[in-house]
């Protein structure tokens, strides 16, 4: 294992990060590198924005720290990390948005709450992914060693998409889109590769495309690409086509993490998609599983589990099938927030964040998982 740290947000609603100011993240660096963490992701776009944009189009919320001072703490987090050795990186969700914000006239193909799910093929929004990107660049690229793109719920079917599609399966000898929705229902079998295909295609233009703006920039950064895994009851499922993905991208590092962030379910079968898969495809791996993150799915669920139980899972798992790279998310819970909550965190067995990630980083070390 290369690196191991903390994948964090600064954006509103994640319930981490947001109100940092320069000393509270001297205080994180500090306790990362004194715990032999080497290593962090910084998502200032999720589904909210964490950032200082000029782009009329990405929510701007006046109490987040990072746009009151004008990226000034996001700047200091970057250098403070650097000058402790600890490798940043920037994650970047570019297909979800804040709908009241974006102003297309469209429907997304899927919402939650205020936050709308869009894909490539809707008009505009892969010119809006490349503005995001570049205004970033701009913003930050000289200050980074990395990049994490996230293209989260970019997949899903909608009218506008069939057309498309249809042209692209006359093109690969594959079934029409009325074929395909004509699903004959047989749980031994996954009738969906013809449009997990075509999604994982267009997925890789939009990456391609990214790439072209990050290097015309002037912006050498690693650029990796997170992939969606849905673990559920009794089934893993991949909703991108790991071998036509890595011969398109062989240099992109592939992000892989388990939906539910629940090590008690499927834990070798999601290890299998997680790490063994790309891993006999040549490709690095860079897993992210559970810190100091008190979500479940569903949101109001009360599981029978501690953030201890989960970490320890964790760093078995990540002993054994040795990911290149290992990140922990949440390193903080300052709010009631989707991700990380300082109201939900005791009944996962800690009063404080700082105690807990302390406790996390105390516990790699202890099982000798560590750089």
């Not at 903390?6 to 947001?18: A, I, N, Q, V």
């Not at 589904?47 to 200091?76: F, M, V």
């Not at 002993?319 to 922990?328: E, I, K, Q, R, S």
Request: hydrophobic letters at 40%; proline letters at 5%.
């Amino acid at each position: 294992m290369k690196e191991i740290g903390f994948w964090d947000y600064t954006c509103p609603t994640h319930g981490s990060l947001e109100h940092y100011t320069t000393d509270d993240w001297d205080r994180l660096l500090d306790d990362m590198a004194a715990g032999g963490f080497n290593s962090l992701v910084l998502g200032i776009k999720w589904l909210t924005t964490g950032y200082r944009s000029r782009l009329p189009w990405l929510d701007q919320r006046a109490d987040n720290a990072a746009i009151a001072t004008d990226n000034a703490t996001i700047h200091h987090a970057l250098a403070g990390a650097r000058k402790r050795g600890i490798r940043p990186r920037l994650l970047l969700v570019a297909s979800i948005y804040q709908m009241t914000d974006f102003g297309l006239n469209f429907t997304p193909i899927g919402q939650w709450g205020d936050h709308g799910h869009y894909d490539v093929d809707q008009p505009g929004v892969t010119e809006r992914i490349l503005a995001l990107f570049g205004e970033v660049v701009d913003l930050f690229g000289r200050e980074i060693d990395g990049i994490v793109v996230e293209l989260e719920f970019c997949d899903a079917e909608g009218p506008h998409r069939i057309a498309p599609y249809n042209r692209w399966a006359a093109a690969n000898n594959r079934p029409d889109f009325a074929t395909i929705k004509n699903v004959h229902l047989e749980p031994r079998s996954y009738p969906f590769n013809d449009w997990r295909d075509y999604a994982t295609q267009r997925r890789i233009d939009t990456l391609r495309a990214i790439e072209q703006t990050v290097r015309a920039g002037g912006c050498n950064a690693e650029l990796s690409s997170l992939v969606e895994l849905a673990n559920g009851d009794g089934v893993c499922v991949s909703n991108v086509n790991l071998p036509v993905l890595q011969k398109a991208l062989p240099h992109w590092p592939l992000v892989t993490y388990d939906s539910i962030y629940d090590r008690r379910v499927n834990r070798l079968a999601s290890m299998d998609f997680c790490i063994h898969q790309p891993r006999r495809l040549g490709m690095e791996v860079f897993y992210l599983t559970r810190g100091v993150m008190t979500w479940t799915w569903p949101p109001d669920a009360t599981w029978d589990t501690t953030l201890q139980e989960q970490w320890r899972m964790s760093l078995e798992d990540a002993a054994a099938h040795n990911p290149d790279v290992l990140w922990f998310m949440g390193s903080d819970a300052r709010l009631d927030g989707l991700v990380c909550s300082d109201k939900k965190l005791a009944r996962w067995g800690y009063e404080n964040p700082v105690t807990a990630r302390r406790a996390l980083m105390a516990m790699a070390k202890d099982m000798g998982v560590r750089v």
